[in-house]
Structure formats: structure tokens, C-alpha cells
């Protein structure tokens, strides 16, 4: 009787593992961000901004990136609505607020993650979060200054504070 090669009673021993160990899947439980929850979040941000005389579109994403509400405001500039996507998507993708992404570009304008689709260096959106887990984000633009599109961004997740736990 000949002896097992050694490749193949390697193999052998990893199938017997893999048979051996018990399946301890289990399904994973996520918070999701709901439509009222991102409604509200966008109006609020929409008219903190426009009290404030500023002409802005809103989008909040969800947990995957993927828009959930989407306001191109009167009077904003055409390029604000595909604006706040960007930054909200950046915000999200990075589980901080857009304009930290911004000053890393700023700090090493050679980093590949400005690359990425969908992403952009500016400041104006924040994650929405439930505890340390980034459930969606919103991002503003048009104002002057990301300074004050992060602001309304702000106002609008205070809006929900309570509800985000």
C-alpha cells in the first residue's frame, strides 16, 4: 500500500476541517435609516438653510450609499443637486464628515481615494449614525461656504437625535 502524497493529505486534512467545523452562520441584524427618518432629516436641513436666505439641494443617502431623498431647492444653482449626492456618498463611504475627506486630499492631493466614483473633496455632509455605526448621510450644497451646508446638515440630524439610538 502506497502512502499518501503529502499535497494530497494536506487537501485531505482541509476537507475534513471544513466538514468537521459547525456551521455558526448567522444572519446580521443592521439599523436602517427610514424614509420619515431621512424625510425629516432633509427638510430640516433644506429649511435651516433657506431661512438663512441660502438657495441649497439636500440628499440623504442610506446605509449602502444609495439615495434615499433627494431636494433640489428653488433657486439653487443646477450643479447643487448632483453636489450634495457626492458629499453625502463621500460621508457614508467614509463614516466621517465630507470635510475631513476634503482636508486629507488637501493635506496629500496624491491619495487614490479621490479617485473613487462618487466621492468628492468638500466640505457638507455628515454621517448619520446610531451609536458608532454609520447608518446613511446627509450632504447639502449651495451655500456659501461648506461651513454652512455642513451646519444645515447638522440641524437636520439634531432634528432626529432622539430616534437615532
Do not use: W
Not at 476634503?102 to 479621490?114: C, E, H, I, L, S
Not at 447639502?140 to 437636520?156: L, R, T, Y
Not at 439634531?158 to 439610538?165: C, E, I, M
Amino acid at each position: 500500500m502506497n502512502p499518501m502524497p503529502p499535497s494530497l493529505l494536506g487537501r485531505a486534512l482541509a476537507v475534513l476541517c471544513v466538514i468537521a467545523t459547525p456551521a455558526s452562520a448567522e444572519l446580521l441584524t443592521q439599523k436602517l435609516l427610514s424614509t420619515p427618518l431621512a424625510l425629516t432629516i432633509a427638510q430640516t436641513a433644506y429649511e435651516t438653510c433657506t431661512q438663512q436666505g441660502h438657495h441649497v439641494s439636500v440628499t440623504v443617502v442610506g446605509l449602502e450609499g444609495e439615495t434615499l431623498v433627494a431636494v433640489r431647492g428653488d433657486g439653487s444653482a443646477p450643479h447643487t443637486f448632483e453636489n450634495s449626492q457626492r458629499k453625502a456618498y463621500t460621508a457614508r463611504t467614509f463614516r466621517a464628515p465630507s470635510g475631513e475627506f476634503a482636508q486629507r486630499v488637501k493635506d496629500n492631493p496624491t491619495t487614490g481615494a479621490v479617485h473613487l466614483s462618487g466621492v468628492i473633496a468638500a466640505q457638507g455632509a455628515l454621517p448619520i449614525k446610531v451609536g458608532d455605526a454609520v447608518i446613511g448621510a446627509v450632504g447639502v450644497s449651495g451655500a456659501p461656504g461648506g461651513d454652512k451646508d455642513e451646519a444645515c446638515a447638522k440641524a437636520g440630524i439634531d432634528k432626529v437625535a432622539d430616534q437615532l439610538k
